[in-house]
């Protein structure tokens, strides 16, 4: 009775053409009655063949054993899902397998559900549990043409995945698989696909998906080579297709089909074969995009143009021919060496070369995108990030309207190239720009390549000599055109982001060698790798006039002005002695001639009058300058500006202005070709540390536009009078009190604050330098005919400094850097350019910017308001960062009349922390810290009930802010629920002055010490409360709810030793991190002893004298056994490119430890000062 029931399911299926599905546990035919089952039960199969034929296709869930006669229902259903550790599918069970052939086997390994879904291929989908094997049979409906279900298209979702991350996943080598996964997560709606025998023939993708509300099925290589299971998926999957009438894309990257022996005795040729004829036979309509390669078979299966698809579009850098053109020669020469082996006849080694060489010239240029394109072998090259949009179109177009139309649509859209490199430069030209959702932003124009007369790029190689975050944010705009990148990198940089960005990468030596600056080693790379052009970025010899012109010498061209123009205006004393004669720019009063003798420059300061500003000459970015208010200051200034210049820059010469105290810092950027010339208009840069910007803005809020005009016009006089090219950015001082406006300097380089021009004028400069660099001429682009701002756009630069502390680098890993999504701040136009990662190391050696944040607005207090937000979910641990200085200041910059003293103006910048501010956070570091001894207890076996530490051995935590913190945390079993008890107790301790005090300091803590550990007393301030963990630590993140109260933080350790651990704890409503420490009673109370015995309290403090981080002794300036007063300099030592001296913090006679030039790591002694009665303060 169960199979007439089963039959006439079958019957009702058939005749409405319905789906059906089968869960499914049979060990086949019941035996004693095999006569009343036999005949019917083979019609069961005969219909699932049928109803598949006749558009009624079928599903089968495997739960349990599905064995003899079972075993078939599967094998022929459309669809098969099995059930982990519960499916098992075979013909034969092990008793009669061992009967029959003698073979020992497992059901698992004989027909379970793993097997049967990676190694036989008859299991479509693999199910954890039954639940998920019913969502993926629904899931499977969802497939099914729509006849079958009730909704005829699903609403369009945006994809979850930013469709121009796909740039960043094309491979420049066709030898590099693509990750067809990631691709089609930014193709499809929602991010969603459901895949075909994932673990199946993996190399090969297959999968249903909604692009733009409407079904298609995706098949994609994931691998370049086709091997027998891939093919047999896809043929599998294409039937389905046809059965459901679904539309079939093929996404190539196809190098053919797998060769050799072993796959030639395996049936590749018939399960090609197969895959061929599978794709013939389609009746659905099918598209096809190559985007990399597509040669040989792999062509025909995967759709080519031979297979009539109703369109076949290419990415740009894509390729297609019968093989690749070093294969195809390489057969060539191997055909001819054979034939020439059988005649008898020499080889002319020089010719066959010749011959073989011409032959993979003439392959590589016709198997390229534009080429096929220009002989309309496709439909068109398209840029990846419009793929999903032209597949849209495409599926729109299938529904009742005329395929001509949808045709010329699309070319018309796309503006599709014809028969012409030239029009496939325009269609670059016209279409690489980026995506924008609100109408108030301009989309940035990115300028097209060039391209030589045989269509290929002028520049199809760059090599970056640079690092950190400007490597990478010019290997991005080069991955927008399609150019390959070669990364340089020092030892200390071989795992850095801008290394694993780049297409390839060569170390060029040791931190400490400054290959950085090594012009020979660059350019001799540079040779090596065959590189087209050179980009410096900004910094080391970025504006290096010597540089500039050996790049030329090796006939390799050079992002950026020419060598004269980098000598005229790169040295500021040369650009101001050029000016003076030359133009009608205003100049700031001040000293700028050859003559370097420091009596001179000291008489010359005395003339200007303080006070002055002391400038390196041939410097940029803040580095070799100083301020001098007193002619006492002068010599110590002067030499320090000489020496950093010298390491910095390769040059000691300075010049002296006239230091203007109310002053804005404005530039403007312009942009040449020799022959044309445009002003991308202003910034500002007022908020300063050290001479560096810390804070941009543009436009300038303050400027007028008669200033701005004025300004602009200024810029543009210097970029004629030396017919300049590329990217520069002329300087400008304000006097606000004055109105008045005077020349600073021109920087001959990319500017690190380039990002918010191009977010408010809608040009992208790196991609503008390129253009030029490659002979392109600015009056042929008509996106620059008329520049405008739009809207407001302001940056912040990220730096591994602690502001808190003289903005002294710091050095260390990150263990956690985590950028906000704009899912998380809720505000679009963020844009992050960071060079490191989680993992990264802030190197000593290095700058200590490590990212930039911007945001743009249609208003300056709405781009204020996303930079603070975006500061505020911006994670950073594992090294002390501006972060909360930086939020601090976005806070304050309301008022628009800002100088450059705005940070000496504003001393509440850099007040400490509140601790009234970090109660949640300490309770996540308390209940952190609480887990820590529990975590190897459920591992031990020994004395597995007893808890790990006794009383005296009580845990306290100290922060910063002399926060205490006791934890007791009791997990009830397997519960979330758990009680918490925290303790918090803010101390204010007098500060020792003596040993003897630090005696009675010790004694005055070690009494409620010693109560609390033995007698369990509480602290002052005590609360308990009810916690629940919703989310414990997951790469780094951490959530607790506290009296209905929810916290939510990333948590990591940043230190560990034998008495102590750290941990940092970081949340938005913190806006940076809070480091918490961990330490037992005896290291607790034996760290003031220390203190007292080492003279590091008090009075006498800071006697010794510690290196903060691996540094490099540069001078000493106090002699062993000299005496000094309160200020006077010990020694000078410079870390992460910057001079610190070191100065007395109290009278005594000097110690030193250390010598000149002498590279020393962190905390070692540098020297001492022993207190001498007697000498004065």
Known sequence: MTVKKQLRVSDIALQNGLPSISLNQSAGANLPQQFKVFHDGGRQFRDIARRSAEGAPTCTVVFGSSTAGGAYQPGMSSYSIFVREQAQVFLGGPPLVYMATGEVTTAEALGGAEMHTSVSGVGDAFAADEFEACRLARSWVLTLP???????????????????????????????????????????DDGRFEEFKPTYGDGMLCAWAHIHGRLAGIIGNQRPVIMIPEAQKATHFIRLANENGTPLVFLHNVTGFMVGARAETAGI??????????????????????????????????????????????????KCSVMGPDQLAGVMDMIAREAAAKSGKPIDEKKLGKTTEGLRGQVEKESEAYTTAAWCLDDGVIDPRDTRDVLGMWESGDEGSVEDLINAKLHELLRLPGLSCTDAQTTFMTHLTTMHSSPAKPPIFVAPPIFRPDGRPVLGRVLVANRGEIACRIIRTCKLLFITTVAVFADEDQDSLHVQQADEAICIGPADSRPYQNIEALVEVAKKANIDAIHPGYGYLSENAFFAAAVAEAGIRFIGPSPSSIAQLGDKRDAKEYLSKNSSVPLIPGYAERDQD?????????????????????GGGGKGMRIVREKSE????????????????????????????????????????????????????????????IVEESPSSWLSPSMRQAMSACALEIARLLKYESAGTVEFIVDIAQKRFYFLEVNTRIQVEHPITEEVVGIDIVALQIFVAAGGKLDSLPELKTIKQHGHAVEVRLCAENPFNDFLPCTGTVSIFELPKETETGWKHLRFEAGIESGSTVSVHFDSMICKIIAWAPTREEAVTKIISALMKTTCLGVITNQIFLMRIMCSLNNTDYTTGFIDQNPHLLA???AAHIEGPTMMAALHFDQLPKAPSARRGTFASIPLGFRNQHKDRETGTRTFVTCRLDLLGHEASSTLMYDVSTVDVETPVTAAETKVFFNKQGGPLARRFYHATKAKTSRTCTAKLLRPTVNGKMAIRVDNKSYSYHVTEVASDDNTREIAVSSAHIGGPVTFVLRNALSWAGKFDERGRDGTMGGDAKRKYLSPMPCHILQILAANGSTVKAGDGLLVMESMKTEIRINAEAAGVVKMHVQADAKISEGVIMCEVDPVEGVME
């Open 146 to 188: 729509q006849q079958h279900r009730r909704e005829s298209q699903l609403p369009a979702r945006p994809p979850l995945y930013d469709p121009a991350d796909i740039l960043g996943m094309v491979p420049t080598s066709i030898r590099q698989p693509m990750d067809m996964r990631e691709v089609v997560a930014r193709l499809v």
């Open 269 to 318: 040729i018939k399960a090609g074969s197969l895959m061929i004829d599978a794709v013939s036979r389609s009746a659905v309509p099918h598209i096809s995009i190559i985007c990399g390669s597509s040669y040989g078979a792999g062509n025909y299966a995967m759709c080519g143009r031979a297979y009539a698809p109703r369109f076949l579009f290419s990415w740009p850098h894509s």
């Open 598 to 618: 420091p009596v001179r420059l000291e008489a010359e300061a005395d003339k200007i009058g303080y006070p002055v500003l002391i400038k390196a000459s041939a």
């Open 634 to 693: 002068f010599k110590e200034a002067l030499l320090r500006c000489t020496s950093e210049a010298e390491r910095s820059f390769g040059s000691s010469h300075c010049l002296i202005e006239k230091y203007i105290e109310s002053g804005k810092h404005i530039e403007i950027q312009v942009f040449g070709d020799g022959e044309t010339f445009i002003s991308l208009l202003d910034r500002e840069c007022s908020v300063q540390r050290r001479h560096q910007k």
């Open 912 to 914: 400490p922390v509140d």
